[in-house]
């Protein structure tokens, strides 16, 4: 018999799952695999609230290839050495997988590919509309500003729709004994994903996690809210966003899938307003992925090279407060708690928090980003950098660095009666709305009736400062 081995990773679904689907036509048994490659190496090194989706969405996978007539391998380590006890205890023949785009799994990957030749290794593209070498300008080199490359990609989606339409489920996943023992060896609880605290419940008791899951969210926000999509997004008090960031960063469900369900049969040129600015959201992760691919050290090193020299501050106090939800200004400790609470923010609020960090507080943004990394369940590599980037002035089609986010104006403007901020800092539940977001404006034995810090900044001293740092660098 022809056996294939199906190494599941950023793809944890069986519909529109190109590796499965060939595996499927093309050999008699398939045995499928997930390796958990916890090395500091790994570009997928996701933080902790994204393992704990991972657990997760592994046993949700896992019952899908039940109800298949399969079962799901899991096991931990070195992805190559793994890989080769595997072919020799299930008698392998071939091996498909679908690529990822981060620097290191590539390098990984490409390494494996040539180790295993013998197995005719077939990848596939599941993570995205367009690979990275595939939408560039006519020079041959990559995009660094987002309208243009989102005029070309989208182009080239209308131009070719059919290649982008989403695969089916495979009907059944043959498999045998063999598979079944092998399954016993080795299981998700022994992976060790899940830490030993009760954070992990209190936050997952906010989602539901898996491919079928995926498919409801999806469903959910294009029945009652991609109609106001373009307004409805800015508001944090609202869930208007589609939320479906944590199942595309697993792979539970697809942007094709998304794209297809959007559309449905028509050109991204003929979508109405609010479609547009959400298909546009998508395509922002696929250029994301397009940088990352183009400059490598983006995780570490800022595009724009002046910023190698920037003046940032060393403040672990001021860092403990920003990640603590403790800073005194009401929607960034909002926002912060949010993200610890559920392993989410709101995109606005991201913004919000990222700019009071590293331009109010002028801490350095990868301290940021590595937080973020640490405690999204959505903590995609490529967009969490690109947004800490953009956010600072340093990135690709960045927001200048002298646009600096007033967390009270933009309070004020997208969390008018200041729902939000009662949401997730119940100290101001009681606070009017002309002062929920300054609470400082408040009269003296107000401010000492509340259990709330005063600023760690004055937001227009410390803005200043930040204007000040910019002009040492910008030459």
């Not at 059919?162 to 998700?188: E, N, T, Y």
Request: net charge neutral; aromatic share 10%.
């Amino acid at each position: 018999m022809s056996t294939a081995i199906v190494w599941f990773r950023q793809d944890l679904r069986l519909a529109d799952n190109p590796a499965l689907q060939a595996a499927c036509e093309q050999c008699e048994r398939i045995v499928p695999v997930f390796i958990d490659d916890p090395r500091d190496s790994t570009v997928a090194r996701i933080g902790a609230a994204s393992r704990v989706w991972l657990h997760h969405s592994l046993v949700s996978l896992g019952n899908s290839l039940e109800q298949a007539g399969s079962a799901l391998i899991c096991r931990q380590g070195d992805p190559l050495e793994i890989l080769e006890a595997l072919i020799d205890e299930c008698g392998a023949t071939r091996i498909f997988w679908n690529r990822c785009q981060d620097p290191v799994t590539i390098a990984r990957d490409k390494l494996i590919k040539t180790s295993l030749a013998a197995l005719e290794p077939k990848t596939f593209n599941a993570l995205l509309i367009h690979e990275p070498w595939t939408v560039l300008k006519k020079d041959g080199t990559p995009y660094k500003v987002y309208t243009p490359y989102w005029r070309v990609a989208s182009a080239a989606y209308d131009g070719d729709r059919d290649r982008h339409q989403p695969l089916p489920a495979p009907a059944s996943i043959p498999s045998d004994a063999v598979c079944r023992k092998l399954r016993g060896a080795s299981d998700i609880e022994g992976l060790g994903l899940l830490p030993d605290k009760s954070w992990p419940a209190s936050m997952m008791s906010h989602w539901s996690v898996g491919e079928q899951a995926a498919t409801t969210q999806l469903e959910h926000f294009l029945g009652k809210h991609v109609e106001r999509y373009a307004d409805g997004r800015n508001l944090p008090a609202e869930s208007a966003t589609s939320r479906l960031s944590p199942y595309l960063h697993h792979g539970e469900i697809s942007p094709r899938q998304i794209l297809a369900r959007l559309t449905r049969g028509r050109e991204l040129s003929a979508l109405g307003d609010d479609e547009t600015v959400y298909a546009k959201e998508v395509f922002w992760r696929e250029f994301g992925y397009s940088l990352l691919f183009h400059f490598p050290d983006m995780p570490t090193k800022p595009l724009d090279r002046r910023f190698s020299n920037f003046p940032w501050k060393k403040g672990q106090k001021a860092l403990q407060a920003w990640q603590q939800g403790r800073t005194g200004v009401p929607i960034v400790d909002a926002g912060m708690r949010e993200l610890y609470a559920t392993g989410w923010m709101h995109n606005r609020v991201r913004m919000i928090v990222a700019s009071y960090l590293v331009k109010n507080l002028l801490l350095h943004w990868r301290q940021g980003e590595a937080w973020f990394r640490d405690c999204l369940v959505d903590a995609d590599v490529a967009s969490n950098v690109m947004g800490w980037q953009w956010t600072a002035g340093c990135g690709a089609d960045a927001a200048p660095f002298f646009r600096v986010f007033n967390p009270v104006l933009q309070g004020e403007r997208f969390d008018r009666q200041g729902a939000y901020v009662r949401q997730w800092v119940p100290e101001l539940a009681d606070v009017d709305d002309r002062h929920v977001h300054q609470p400082w404006s408040l009269s003296a034995a107000a401010r000492a009736a509340l259990d709330y810090p005063e600023p760690l900044v004055d937001l227009k001293i410390s803005r200043q400062q930040a204007l000040d740092a910019f002009a040492e660098i910008r030459g």
